[in-house]
């Protein structure tokens, strides 16, 4: 810790001395218009944007201005409301439906800040990078096709005649076309370019299936005793029907009843299913899977070269600005221009902060940086960069003596004790067989531990420090949680007797479990893997919900007030049929299971319903429900939903969380400094990283005349060190990682 401290006040020093010197001495400065050019490519290049703007300096005021947060969250809410606005329209959702015209006045109002922002892009960009992005043109004719969809739904309304509103399904389209939709766009072109290799797949599946049910045809059509499903359905009776239910028989949700009818004729009849199966859903569907994996791993690949590239051409880009050549043919970054872009990337840090991050990337501290090193910048300018003040807890900057007596020492070195921590969990461990025995007399005791040992942390801690860990807020919120319910449980009578709030209560003690398992060294793979799949669900629940939004439209046009639900079915006697507003639902088995709430009355209904097809089970008989009320042909739909999210978009997840969890069980078998990047290596060896690990062992270590780690000493200036991520915040991060790791071993091999 001496030759750590020692190289850290070595290097204030020299900061604080060469701040008034560094800045005006070496190369001329450059020009405010150069410098914010420059400081734009650095911004892009940590925002991952190619922002194809033109270069004369009020283009580059007009970009920046596009990137500016008001801006860009307007364009955004502007096509949240547009595609937000299905709740209104009919079919609307019943409380909240309003006038066509109040939603076409907010929807020409969204079309039009959308415009605006595509008529501010095309001032700052040329003609040619316009019409290059191939996000443009779709994004373009998309708002035309609305216009031309609005105008006409008005046309026709005030002479009243019914109308489809077509443009609506292309609605969650625009998601792709937006600025920083950047992996769900990547997400779109994978399902894209495996489109050709899973159509061939599934061209061979079909043609299969078709095989199947022609020749199932043609041994159960014409057997006597076999004519009838267990509910009086006719038994493969005719072709489509039996290429149908052999279809929903590959996702196995009518297996066995759709086997039964011959099982009971002959025995014998069990191998054709059974080979059927073999070939149809054993191997096709394997082959599907392994198809896509495939191509979604070479896919992601590509991508993840392509945003490293990008990242260093805008970073090239900078560097070619700012660079100067040296008395020996060098082209280097002094640091005068590095504290010049530095002031106008991050106007509101100090200097010093500024020459820290010099120091972390001039590794042979000459007076300049080389471009190697000046493309670590955008990974550098990511990470936290702290002051003393900002480590140091509340209660030692409020009661400073207090914080630095003897008593308070062996507090903070008891709570920093491994065996502190092995107790509370031994404790979580004991709460949760009290629990499992019902033994409720423990329970304020446990609570009373609990709670003291949240006092603690925050005593030893502070608040910012023990809320920026995960684990802390998870067992703040539990804890909280449940005190309040006890105490209330005690207040009210009336709370106590309802069994929904105990429940949660019971749920809430039972989920202190969880921090066992991530105590436990060999579950944090897993936990990792999930706390990074969750990071992402968003961009692929982003891609389910643009399928989902276009099904659910199509399906309102098509099913719309075609089935009714029934809100007294709990109170029918077993006489009356349920008919969910449609007769022609008597007696189907979507209407002897009461799913007359499974409907496409409005978009809330219709994501339930699709949701329902996601998870296959009873699927078929779902769209058997809507085949009845409308036409045989509406089986297509149900089917090319199928194949579309279930088949495709689901496999493309279990492809991503495949590979991401191989990628995190490789880099967790990598060595420490493998597993880091060169800049993180750097931090690391410097002794300017920060976390709670070393936090703790400061706390363990600590003597009784020094203040903590990074602590104030009277006449220094505030020391500053790096709040380093433990594990990649981002998945993009992980894989660019293992992407260097790969190029690193390519290199070591030549």
């Known amino acids: ?146 216009l031309v969809d609005m105008v006409l739904y008005v046309i026709l ?27 769900l766009r990547a997400v779109f072109k994978n399902i894209l370019l495996t489109l050709p290799d899973i159509i061939t797949v599934l061209t061979l599946f079909l043609l299969s299936v078709a095989f199947f049910a022609l020749m199932a045809l043609k041994i159960f059509q014409n057997r006597r005793n076999l004519v009838n499903y267990s509910d009086g359905q006719p038994y493969m009776h005719n072709y489509l029907d039996t290429f149908f239910h052999l279809y929903v028989l590959v996702t196995t949700a009518n297996f066995p009843d759709v086997m039964m009818p011959a099982f009971d004729y002959n025995a014998w009849f ?17 082959i599907c899977l392994a198809t896509i994996y495939n191509n979604f791993k070479e896919h992601l690949k590509e991508y993840v070269e392509d945003s490293v ?57 000459t007076g300049y940086i080389s471009k190697s090193e000046f493309f670590h910048v955008a990974n550098l300018l990511d990470i936290q960069v702290l002051e003393v003040k900002d480590r140091e807890p509340e209660f030692q900057r409020w009661f400073p003596r207090c914080y630095t007596s003897k ?25 949760a067989v009290c629990i499992a025995l019902d033994e409720e007399d423990f329970e304020w005791f446990f609570m009373a531990l609990f709670v003291f040992e949240i006092l603690l942390k925050f005593y030893v801690f502070g608040l910012k420090k023990f809320f920026h860990s995960a684990m802390n807020m998870f067992d703040f919120v539990l804890i909280v949680a449940a005190l309040v319910i006890n105490v209330l449980e005690l207040a009210w009578t009336s709370i106590s007797n309802q069994t929904g709030a105990l429940d949660f209560l019971l749920v809430l003690r039972l989920l202190r479990l969880v921090r066992l398992v991530y105590a436990i060294e060999r579950f944090r793979i897993v936990l990792k893997t999930i706390s990074s799949i969750g990071r992402s669900l968003l961009t692929y629940g982003g891609v389910l919900f643009v399928f989902f939004y276009i099904f659910a439209i199509i399906g309102m046009e098509a099913f719309s007030g075609k089935i009714i639900p029934e809100p007294v079915l709990a109170n029918r006697t077993q006489n009356q049929p349920i008919l969910c507003g449609n007769p022609k639902l008597n007696g189907t088995q979507f209407a002897m299971n009461r ?67 191989m990628l995190e069980y490789t880099m967790s078998k990598e060595p420490a400094e493998r597993r880091e990047s060169i800049i993180e290596r750097r931090i690391t060896v410097m002794g300017l990283d920060e976390d709670e690990s070393t936090y703790l062992n400061d706390l ?23 709040r380093l991520p433990r594990g990649a915040n981002k998945v993009e991060e992980l894989l660019q990682k293992m992407y260097e790791i790969e190029r690193e071993e390519d290199k070591s091999d030549v």
């Open 1 to 146: 810790m001496s030759t750590e401290m020692s190289y850290t006040e070595t290097r204030r020093d020299s900061v604080c001395e060469g701040l008034n010197t560094d800045v005006t001495e070496g190369p001329p400065p450059l020009s405010d218009e150069d410098l914010r050019l420059a400081a734009t490519y650095v911004n892009d290049a940590r925002n991952g944007c190619r922002g194809n703007f033109k270069n004369d300096p009020k283009s580059v005021r007009l970009y920046n201005l596009y990137n500016h947060p008001a801006f860009f969250w307007t364009s955004h809410v502007a096509v949240g409301v547009l595609i937000s606005l299905v709740l209104f329209e009919d079919p609307a959702v019943p409380s909240i439906r309003l006038d066509y015209w109040i939603t076409m006045c907010v929807e020409l109002l969204c079309v039009g800040l959308i415009f605006s922002r595509l008529a501010h892009q095309g001032v700052f960009s040329s003609e040619e990078n316009f019409w290059r992005s191939k996000r443009r043109l779709p994004f373009l004719i998309i708002l035309l096709l609305t």
């Open 157 to 183: 309304s005030e002479i009243g005649v019914t109308s489809v509103r077509f443009s609506r399904p292309l609605r969650p389209l625009l998601l792709l076309c937006m600025d920083r939709a950047k992996q």
């Open 270 to 286: 069990t191998l054709f299913f059974i080979i059927y199966l073999i070939i149809c859903l054993y191997l096709f569907m394997s």
């Open 309 to 365: 590239r990008e990242k260093q051409d805008n970073l090239q880009l900078a560097f070619d600005i700012l660079k100067v050549e040296t008395g020996h043919g060098e082209k280097l970054l002094p640091k005068s221009r590095w504290m010049s872009l530095m002031r106008t990337v991050h106007p509101s840090r100090l200097d010093l902060e500024h020459s820290l991050l010099w120091d972390v990337l001039a590794n042979k501290h």
């Open 407 to 431: 008593a308070s020492r062996l507090i903070r070195k008891t709570v920093a004790n491994r065996f502190f921590r092995y107790f509370i969990d031994l404790a979580v461990v004991a709460n």
């Open 595 to 661: 799913y007359c709430n499974n409907n496409f009355n409005d978009i809330l209904h219709s994501f339930v319903v699709l949701f329902e097809l996601m998870v296959v089970n009873q699927w078929h008989v779902l769209a058997e429900g809507f085949v009845a009320v409308t036409h045989q042909a509406a089986r297509i739909y149900f089917i090319v939903y199928h194949l579309l999210v279930v088949i495709l978009v689901l496999n493309i997840f279990s492809a991503f969380i495949l590979e991401l969890f």
């Open 700 to 722: 363990e270590n600590e003597e009784t005349d020094t203040n903590i780690r990074g602590g104030r000493r009277p006449g220094q200036s505030p020391a500053m060190r790096f």
